[in-house]
């Protein structure tokens, strides 16, 4: 199956500063790459996903870059905001039809 | 539609209890997956349905725990002779088969196992 590597699994930027959270995976049939932000007491929210056909997708401060030759996606963050603050998740889905194997997490946190 | 339901929040049990989780997935989406999550840890996948078959089962799904979706709409999960390894925040999505928009989760079921 998949296995999906993350890191840091810390990471502390002063608010407005960048921050940048790796992963790489296993299979290169995986074709999807999402990540997810969970704050505290709630479940996984999607705030961002690339399909293998892009190397680069953005969102206003959000951006995700993959390289599929090495097997290894991205999350940027710029212009850190204190609400940025939380865990991050990335995920890659393997072969067929199978279910998303998660990276272990990165904790964010933005000092105002 | 409110989201992905999941209930109850937190659960506090005994050891050797059974406990039953309920999952309420968004309503067109055909896909309901069940993972498993410790302090710490990201998500760990435990099953999925589409929807009301059962197509995946990790192998951390011990004989213990049963997953049902009957008539491909909300989900069950149960574990019997609940063990103190059992403890952890147990969380529910729903997507699209593909899932082109990603999953939806809960906001989990807490399982406190004394």
């Known amino acids: 199956g998949e296995n999906v590597e993350q890191h840091p699994s810390t990471l502390s930027v002063q608010e407005g500063d960048s921050a940048v959270i790796k992963c790489t995976y296993s299979d290169s049939a995986s074709n999807y790459f999402p990540w997810y932000k969970q704050e505290l007491g709630k479940g996984p929210q999607l705030i961002i996903d690339i399909r293998s056909n892009v190397g680069e997708k953005k969102d206003q401060r959000i951006a995700v870059t993959l390289n599929k030759t090495a097997k290894h996606f991205s999350l940027h963050i710029t212009e850190t905001q204190p609400e940025d603050s939380a865990v991050y998740f990335c995920?890659?889905?393997?072969?067929?039809?199978?279910?998303?194997?998660f990276g272990s997490g990165t904790r964010l946190q933005v000092q105002p | 539609d409110t989201g992905v339901s999941q209930n109850p929040r937190h659960k506090i049990t005994k050891r050797g209890q059974n406990v039953t989780f309920r999952c309420d997935p968004i309503?067109?989406?055909?896909?309901l997956y069940w993972y498993r999550q410790t302090l710490g840890q990201g998500p760990e996948f435990l099953t999925y349905?589409?929807?009301?078959?059962?197509?995946?089962k990790s192998r951390l799904l011990s004989d213990r725990f049963s997953a049902e979706r009957p008539k491909g709409s909300f989900s069950t999960l149960e574990i019997q002779r609940t063990e103190q390894g059992d403890s952890a925040m147990y969380l529910c999505?729903?997507?699209?088969?593909?899932?082109?928009?990603?999953?939806?989760f809960g906001s989990g079921t807490r399982l406190t196992v004394v």
């Open positions: 349905f589409q929807n009301e078959a059962q197509l995946e």
């Open positions: 995920a890659a889905p393997g072969t067929g039809r199978r279910a998303l194997t």
């Open positions: 999505a729903s997507s699209l088969d593909p899932p082109r928009y990603g999953y939806t």
């Open positions: 309503s067109e989406h055909n896909r």
